[in-house]
C-alpha cells in the first residue's frame, strides 16, 4: 500500500489541534487565575480607642477638722483683748491658727472656734515663720536661755530654734524675736486644752470660713 504523504499531514494536523485542546481542557484552574484581578488588600480596621479611666472622687473632708462655728465677735481684735467659748463643745481635736496679717490667733476644738485674740509677732529682722508646727513640748513655768531669762509663762515650742507660743504683755508698739504672744489669762486657757502634737497653722492673709476645712 502506497502511503498518501497528503492524508498523513492533514492527520498530523488534527491530532496537533485535538491534543491541544485537551491540554487547555486540562488546566481551567490556572487559566482562570491567570485572568482573575489581583484581589484589593484589605484595610485594617480602625483601632477602638481605649476607655477612659474613671473620674476619681475626690476625698472626703475630715468633718473633726471642718469649720462648724466662729466666735460672734465685733470687729477686730485690739490689743490685749481675747476671748473664749468652749461651753458645749463636743470633743475634738485641737488646732491653732495664727494670722500674721491680722495678728490674730484662734482655737478651734472639732472645728468649732473656741478661743481668739490678738497676738504679739516677730520684727522684720527676727520674723516669725510660715508653715504648719506640731507642738514639740509644752511647759508652763519656763524662762529663755537666750534672752536673760526671760519669762515665757505657758511655754508650746514650735520649732528647734525656740520660736514658741507664750504669754507676755501684749501691747501696741511691743514686739517679739518670732515668737506668738499671747495676753495673760489667755495663755493658761490655751495650753489647757492642747497636746505635744496638736497642729499650729501660721499663714499670711489665709481667711477661712465656715464650712472650710482647717487642714
Not at 45 to 63: H, I, L
Not at 66 to 83: A, E, N, S, T
Not at 116 to 124: E, F, H, K
Amino acid at each position: 500500500m502506497k502511503f498518501n504523504s497528503g492524508i498523513a499531514m492533514i492527520g498530523l494536523f488534527t491530532a496537533a489541534v485535538v491534543g491541544g485542546a485537551a491540554l487547555l481542557l486540562s488546566q481551567p484552574e490556572q487559566s482562570a487565575k491567570a485572568l482573575e484581578p489581583e484581589a484589593s488588600p484589605v484595610a485594617s480596621a480602625p483601632a477602638t480607642p481605649a476607655a477612659s479611666p474613671a473620674p476619681t472622687a475626690a476625698p472626703a473632708k475630715d468633718e473633726r477638722f471642718v469649720i462648724k462655728r466662729i466666735l460672734p465677735i465685733d470687729g477686730p481684735i485690739k490689743y490685749g483683748q481675747w476671748h473664749w467659748d468652749d461651753k458645749g463643745v463636743p470633743d475634738g481635736p485641737i488646732v491653732i491658727t495664727v494670722d500674721l496679717d491680722a495678728r490674730v490667733l484662734s482655737v478651734f476644738k472639732g472645728g468649732y472656734e473656741i478661743g481668739a485674740t490678738a497676738v504679739l509677732l516677730g520684727t522684720s529682722e527676727k520674723p516669725t515663720p510660715l508653715g504648719v508646727f506640731p507642738i514639740k513640748w509644752k511647759k508652763a513655768d519656763h524662762y529663755s536661755s537666750t534672752y536673760d531669762g526671760a519669762p515665757m509663762p505657758f511655754t508650746q515650742n514650735l520649732t528647734t530654734d525656740g520660736v514658741a507660743i507664750h504669754g507676755t504683755k501684749v501691747e501696741k508698739g511691743y514686739a517679739s524675736h518670732g515668737c506668738i504672744g499671747v495676753p495673760a489669762g489667755f495663755d493658761k486657757k490655751l495650753f489647757s486644752v492642747t497636746n505635744v502634737g496638736d497642729k499650729v497653722y501660721i499663714t499670711k492673709g489665709k481667711t477661712a470660713k465656715q464650712g472650710d476645712s482647717l487642714i
